[in-house]
């Protein structure tokens, strides 16, 4: 890859304020605050334009000017992003939609969105000379952190609720992690990892608790709005635990708005929840710009369960800037929206993916999507990946038989 | 996608040369073998050159040129093809392949490289006027043709061992397919469904007894050759059960050759099976044309678990034409290059390309791999899929706990 320039000029702490360098490694802002990269994006536009991405690789490593990784040599990478965005007409005709599409997550190492932050995250971690890092996880992006530390050189210590998707286990173990199991939540796995990154000095990798994860995330926003030919979509739904796959597509469409990239109204972001664990809906319902602990969450939408979200203002804060709104669904419509699209458009998704198509058909029956509005459903990971959702009786046949039975 | 024209121009048996009509269904030649689809390379050399493919769509489609698909309407795709090449450093050092690297088709729909097949495959029966579609498979073959023809509204008849990846069972019934196990292997499902198309006029989607299914896989040879810059690797090797890919590969290489892509020697092209299911490396020990069924067949790679490929002659050819071989490797060796892998490089990969990484060790200690050339691991799927090859202990942490522990 030819040396293109990283933009990044130092991290800013969205609540309060202060900077921080950006080539020391920093976790939380002294407020407690999550911190965000921010890129010299003046200087950025005198250099960068759209045809500066034509002929670069379809990968997410594209945007060089917009990541945080300083050194190609640094550079992390399975080959991972720009996924498809694929029409799906018939489930549109189904759902009034007639212009539905779904970015397929799935087809990505390790087949989640989970990898785009590890390897944004993991790149610029051997970039700051990490040897260690920790981190709690409903699984996948465990399994992702695991994978790509594995491919630095770097120790990850990994540790996840016992009902954590099993695949996810082996993952992280054949690569080598150290993992752990805890008969608990996330939020508890987060305590131990909390209290053992500051026994030991490593790098804590927790969601939003370091700054890059969500500079990986980032890049599908960047990707939805060159795939769109720079002309957004006007909705983009969004399941949302953590919430930093929302607040990285945000900041991509306001920097992209910022350098000239996109005109106009930003797409009205949607971030969905399961109705088990829905803490975000909440406090949008109560026009709130923080959620509360969400008290005995429990979906089948695994990856979207997480109680408190450290980067919750930030999810509100996105939906309220354009326009958006949180919706929650039942775990019912889940897996009756995880057939239909599997039966009606050969897209086999996540649980949380099925959960956005879900909500998506819910917002058009409220006339919140409106008639020929275009829809982009973001499906954060492929359905082999939750081999137990879905549960079918198979007939067996005698090796003589012939179909179809009588 | 703007209108390309196919240059595919009719059927021919590579056996008796016998042509047939390209816009008629047929499915083996009178004389029992496979037919393969032959273009005008002639004629598209004066319209289809490197500089074609400059600014079109990086999946399988950007070569629509050499694929059999007559009309854009009939393209049944979710964003399938030019899946990651990836450099192995740390593994080549680790086995003395200076130059080695791995394409990655897990990086696709369903997970596995058999998404080029079906998307191709079902694409052709969609235009060709075909509403059921029923096939014997290990899995995975399965799993994408229901994933595809559901898409395209096909009805797909699938029927497999019950020792088939559990997962890929879940994606066949959740995509809405007729799916049937059997007690016993892919050889016995076979036969029920040789039986059950005769009976109802079904198309017969089993391995190469369709010409289509290898054009779709023939593009992972044509994108490791615009990927390396038209200049093609020394070696490639590629796990083989019913071989499909293998010949696909060699077909797309003479016909680059022809259409005056690449030049000079092609790759050597190696067949790697597992020992306790290896009828090609027995027939190429013996310097056969073809294989015989191999007995009481056994293999954690059980995606290459075929005693007796209908295009073993295709594949030895391929071998015997470019100076290639057939290597097996045993179970344990399978297993132990999976975990070395994914530890070294973050590549988490299924059995079969585990095999392959396994076989190119051995025959760079062999010498046959000489020192400096260039080597491609052909891996046909994700780890993901096969969540109980490994197995791991993992232990438990309190909820007080404080790594490390002591």
Not at 112 to 126: D, E, L, P
Not at 320 to 345: F, H, N, P, R, W
Request: hydrophobic letters at 40%; aromatic letters at 8%.
């Amino acid at each position: 890859m030819s040396k293109i320039n990283s933009f990044a000029k130092n991290l800013r702490c969205p609540k309060c304020g202060r900077e921080y360098e950006i080539n020391e490694i920093h976790q939380l802002c002294e407020c407690g605050s999550p911190l965000l990269v921010s890129y010299d994006l003046k200087e950025a536009a005198k250099q960068f334009n759209k045809e500066s991405l034509k002929g670069r690789e379809k990968s997410l490593w594209r945007y060089r000017e917009l990541l945080p990784v300083q050194d190609d040599e640094n550079i992390v990478s399975l080959g991972e992003g720009f996924t498809p965005v694929i029409p799906l007409k018939k489930a549109g005709e189904k759902s009034g939609i007639s212009k539905l599409f779904i970015k397929d997550e799935g087809v990505i190492p390790t087949g989640t969105f989970k990898a785009r932050g590890a390897a944004v995250g993991v790149s610029r971690a051997k970039e700051l000379g990490v040897k260690v890092l920790s981190m709690p996880t409903n699984g996948n992006a465990g399994a992702a952190w695991s994978i790509y530390s594995a491919r630095a050189g770097l120790k990850a210590v990994i540790i996840m609720p016992e009902d954590a998707p099993s695949i996810t286990r082996n993952e992280c173990a054949a690569a080598g992690a150290d993992l752990y199991l805890v008969k608990g939540l996330i939020s508890d796995c987060g305590k131990i990892v909390a209290r053992s990154v500051k026994e030991n000095g490593w790098f804590d990798a927790s969601t939003l608790k370091e700054p890059y994860r969500i500079e990986g995330k980032k890049t599908m926003g960047l990707e939805i709005a060159e795939q769109f030919g720079w002309k957004t979509p006007d909705v983009i739904l969004y399941p949302t635990g953590g919430g930093v796959g929302i607040v990285g597509i945000y900041k991509a469409l306001t920097e992209l708005k910022e350098l000239g990239f996109i005109e106009g109204k930003l797409p009205r972001l949607v971030a969905v929840q399961a109705e088990g664990c829905s803490p975000i809906v909440k406090a949008y319902n109560e026009r709130k710009n923080e959620s509360e602990f969400f008290e005995d969450s429990k979906t089948v939408a695994f990856g979207i369960n997480v109680p408190k979200a450290l980067g919750d203002f930030l999810v509100l804060e996105a939906i309220y800037k354009t326009d958006g709104c949180a919706i929650a669904v039942d775990d019912e419509k889940i897996l009756s929206a995880l057939k239909e699209l599997a039966q009606t458009e050969g897209t086999f998704v996540c649980p949380e993916g099925a959960a956005i198509y879900a909500a998506a058909k819910e917002l058009r029956k409220d006339n919140w999507i409106k008639e020929g509005e275009s829809v982009v459903l973001l499906n954060t990971g492929a359905g082999i990946k939750y081999p137990d959702t879905l549960s079918f009786d198979v007939p067996y046949l005698e090796k003589d038989a012939v179909l179809p039975l009588r």
